[in-house]
Nanobody, 119 residues
Framework: QVQLVESGGNLVQAGGSLRLSCAASGPTFSPYAMAWFRQAPGKEREFVAAIVWSGGRTVYADSVKGRFTISRDNAKNTGYLQMNSLKPEDTAVYYC????????????WGQGTQVTVSS
């Protein structure tokens, strides 16, 4: 069973930066893609960014383009989300997810890490 564990969430001032990590464990972890989602209090979970594990093609939500960068280290089975120029509206619980194939649904989810951006 694949497990995803996020880390790196913290309290940061507006304009600051954080890097989130998502470490994957389990037998033969070889996803098609890994993604980051976030959920703010009282709001629905929203897509942030995704990366194709083999090849590295990326896609971003408009709200984070130019500020966030998703990447992965295949050898370490770890994904990252570098977040720069953070805004208070980026405050949320951030989740990483992975999927095995070219489907809309993600098969595996982490437990989430809290990011709080103060103004």
């Amino acid at each position: 069973q694949v497990q995803l564990v996020e880390s790196g969430g913290n309290l940061v001032q507006a304009g600051g930066s954080l890097r989130l990590s998502c470490a994957a464990s389990g037998p033969t972890f070889s996803p098609y893609a890994m993604a980051w989602f976030r959920q703010a209090p009282g709001k629905e979970r929203e897509f942030v960014a995704a990366i194709v594990w083999s090849g590295g093609r990326t896609v971003y939500a408009d709200s984070v383009k130019g500020r966030f960068t998703i990447s992965r280290d295949n050898a370490k089975n770890t994904g990252y989300l570098q977040m720069n120029s953070l805004k208070p509206e980026d405050t949320a619980v951030y989740y990483c997810a992975a999927k095995s194939g070219r489907t809309n649904e993600y098969d595996y989810w982490g437990q989430g890490t809290q990011v709080t951006v103060s103004s």
